[in-house]
């Protein structure tokens, strides 16, 4: 492999912030923010509807059955094959592993914040944390909450890297706990171009204002049609 090859295939790494949701060294004391909480209507209404029909038919039943009228033919069924049918029988196993399925997926999405493709953003002042359990309260005349898409974040970056000298094409991946940056260079020497690429990345991440500010893992390769 020639100095060319090498060149063209090189790749060059960094991080930032060390562990993530640290801001040390921007000179922001750090913030805690909670995630937004799904209100998850969809599911919640789904198994409201459910739970309201089945008991609904099931209590019609009983009661039809109390007042002198035949069960009907569905709950007759379903307590035959109850009877009939042993414990370890595979249908009687796949019945109850799928509500075991749906009860701890039922637990998770109660237990479990969701939205997380939504980041929290810092509140503005010195008083940011307490601004937040305020807001949360329903405290009247308390700024509201603000979070960004982690996908919209990711395209403000991709931006941002793109004015880079030297910076053909980029990709940014924006997680909740680190962000990855991937750019192919056409011109200039790789390590100038990751060194601008950091800093640009990192003043733009600064700029989001993110209340957990994410690491940052930047690499950049020459494209393999480019010379030199």
């Known amino acids: 492999m020639n100095t060319d090859q090498k ?4 790749t060059s790494a960094s991080a930032y912030g060390g562990r993530a949701g640290t801001d040390a060294g921007d000179g922001d004391p750090p913030v805690r923010a909670k995630r937004f909480w799904s209100a998850r209507r969809v599911p919640a209404g789904i198994v409201a509807l459910v739970v309201f029909a089945v008991s609904g038919l099931l209590l019609y039943d009983v009661a039809a059955v109390r007042s002198g009228r035949p069960a ?13 049918r042993p414990l370890d029988d595979p249908w009687i196993m796949s019945g109850a592993a799928l509500l075991a399925a749906l009860g701890v997926w039922m637990v998770v999405l109660a237990l479990t914040p969701g939205l997380r493709g939504l980041l929290p953003m810092r509140s503005p002042g010195a008083g940011a944390e307490k ?17 960004i898409d982690r996908a919209s974040a990711g395209l403000v970056l991709r931006d941002r890297a793109m004015e880079v000298p030297g910076v053909r094409s980029a990709r940014v991946d924006v997680g909740r706990r680190r962000i990855r940056a991937r750019a192919l260079a056409h011109f200039r020497d790789l390590d100038e171009v990751r060194a601008d690429l950091d800093t640009a990345l990192h003043e733009g991440i600064h700029q989001l204002g993110l209340a957990r500010r994410p690491a940052l893992s930047v690499r950049v390769r020459r494209s393999a049609k480019s010379k030199g």
Not at 7 to 10: G, I, K, L
Not at 72 to 84: G, K, Y
């Open 72 to 84: 009907m033919r569905w709950r007759e069924w379903l307590a035959d094959q109850l009877a009939a």
């Open 7 to 10: 060149m063209r295939q090189s």
């Open 131 to 147: 601004d937040v359990e305020d807001a949360e309260a329903g405290v009247a005349g308390v700024a509201v909450r603000a979070g």
